[in-house]
């Protein structure tokens, strides 16, 4: 699966929606969960990621 980066139009969309926060909860859960696993990290990230490029791109 190929990885790509928040741009930073994205990233602020971010910053400026209540899904900071939620962004914020996940991003420590998965880290306590896959500490050692870099990987399973980022796959885990990838539905909500992508449910926010979806709505930037549609905006």
């Not at 996940?26 to 990987?39: C, G, P, W």
């Amino acid at each position: 699966m190929a990885k790509r980066s928040l741009s930073c139009e994205e990233y602020n969309f971010i910053l400026v929606t209540e899904q900071v926060l939620v962004y914020g909860e996940l991003k420590r859960q998965l880290a306590q969960r896959f500490r050692y696993d870099v990987d399973s990290y980022c796959d885990a990230k990838t539905q909500f990621v992508e449910g926010i490029l979806k709505t930037c791109t549609s905006r």
